[in-house]
């Protein structure tokens, strides 16, 4: 089987990707611990060869850029242009040399064998149609024993910074079905013995996943978590097909969970869990 990831292409195209390429300070933010561990799970430092798998906007890709100064290097690749194109204009801002940017598929994409040292991804590899065949197309481009780390979120009910407003809001909306376990989505890494399955099948070893627990700040202010929710999470596409009494009702229960989740700084934080998956290049 080969990955047909057309539909996640649309999507991360479409207004979604524009959205998050706006709010790519505040999407930074949000999961900065998750960069943090995932950078130090990959052990990336001082003259690494370091590609970034689903980069977004950049925000794993400059902090590694710092971390493997101006004598290593960082690839990376995403298959949204608004992101991309976000992620080029911080990097040049930054007055980064040591970055390269692509704009593609990273489960078909040539990479060049033994190009990398490490391999990162800040929740970019959930979305492959086939996983097992891409991770098994990206391995040849580490040096034999190159270094593996990826954020994944755990379970749905683990993360209430997604789920919480859902659930408040979708009596009054038309929810699209949820995706299988095991279908393209953030969730469809949790069970890690489908992650380990993945991984051995697709010739990388030393798999380890460990926990990652923390807060979320949803932005700096109500509006800002408000705005989050609205433009960018899972009940994007629902409130902008819904008007009249029920949209009213909709954001009026979501507003009521990220007020009892604002604490006295004024900004609104939910939990949220991931693991944080390590593994070699065979």
Same mark, same amino acid.
């Given at each position: 089987?080969?990955?047909?990831?057309?539909?996640?292409?649309?999507?991360?195209?479409?207004?979604?990707?524009?959205?998050?390429?706006?709010? !790519? @300070? +505040?999407?930074?933010?949000?999961?900065?611990?998750?960069?943090?561990?995932?950078?130090? &799970?990959?052990? $990336?430092?001082? *003259?690494?060869?370091?590609?970034?798998?689903?980069?977004?906007?950049?925000?794993?890709?400059?902090?590694?850029?710092?971390?493997?100064?101006?004598?290593?290097?960082?690839?990376?690749?995403?298959?949204?242009?608004?992101?991309?194109?976000?992620?080029?204009?911080?990097?040049?801002?930054?007055?980064?040399?040591?970055?390269?940017?692509?704009?593609?598929?990273?489960?078909?994409?040539?990479?060049?064998?033994?190009?990398?040292?490490?391999?990162?991804?800040?929740?970019?590899?959930?979305?492959?149609?086939?996983? !097992? @065949? +891409?991770?098994?197309?990206?391995?040849?481009?580490?040096?034999?024993?190159?270094?593996? &780390?990826?954020? $994944?979120?755990? *379970?749905?009910?683990?993360?209430?910074?997604?789920?919480?407003?859902?659930?408040?809001?979708?009596?009054?909306?038309?929810?699209?079905?949820?995706?299988?376990?095991?279908?393209?989505?953030?969730?469809?890494?949790?069970?890690?013995?489908?992650?380990?399955?993945?991984?051995?099948?697709?010739?990388?070893?030393?798999?380890?996943?460990?926990?990652?627990?923390?807060?979320?700040?949803?932005?700096?202010?109500?509006?800002?978590?408000?705005?989050?929710?609205?433009?960018?999470?899972?009940?994007?596409?629902?409130?902008?097909?819904?008007?009249?009494?029920?949209?009213?009702?909709?954001?009026?229960?979501?507003?009521?969970?990220?007020?009892?989740?604002? *604490?006295?700084?004024?900004?609104?934080?939910?939990?949220?869990?991931?693991?944080?998956?390590?593994?070699?290049?065979?």
């Amino acid at each position: 089987m080969t990955n047909d990831n057309t539909g996640q292409i649309e999507f991360w195209n479409s207004d979604h990707g524009l959205a998050w390429a706006r709010y !790519a @300070d +505040a999407v930074d933010t949000m999961f900065s611990d998750i960069t943090d561990a995932v950078l130090d &799970a990959a052990e $990336v430092g001082v *003259g690494d060869r370091v590609l970034d798998l689903g980069c977004g906007n950049g925000g794993t890709t400059l902090a590694a850029a710092a971390r493997v100064t101006a004598i290593g290097t960082v690839t990376a690749i995403d298959v949204s242009g608004p992101m991309i194109d976000r992620a080029r204009e911080r990097a040049d801002a930054a007055d980064l040399v040591n970055v390269t940017f692509i704009l593609g598929d990273a489960a078909d994409y040539p990479f060049a064998g033994g190009s990398f040292d490490k391999l990162i991804s800040r929740l970019g590899v959930m979305f492959f149609d086939d996983p !097992a @065949d +891409a991770f098994a197309r990206l391995g040849p481009g580490l040096d034999t024993g190159g270094r593996v &780390a990826l954020g $994944v979120w755990r *379970g749905p009910r683990e993360n209430p910074w997604a789920m919480e407003p859902v659930a408040a809001a979708r009596p009054f909306l038309d929810m699209p079905p949820r995706p299988g376990p095991e279908d393209p989505g953030p969730f469809s890494f949790a069970d890690p013995d489908r992650v380990r399955r993945v991984l051995a099948d697709s010739g990388w070893r030393n798999i380890d996943l460990a926990p990652l627990d923390f807060h979320i700040p949803l932005g700096h202010t109500m509006e800002d978590a408000l705005a989050f929710v609205m433009e960018m999470g899972p009940l994007s596409a629902p409130l902008g097909k819904v008007t009249g009494g029920n949209r009213t009702r909709a954001i009026d229960a979501i507003t009521k969970v990220l007020e009892e989740n604002t *604490g006295d700084d004024g900004i609104v934080r939910l939990s949220g869990a991931c693991w944080i998956v390590t593994a070699r290049a065979g």
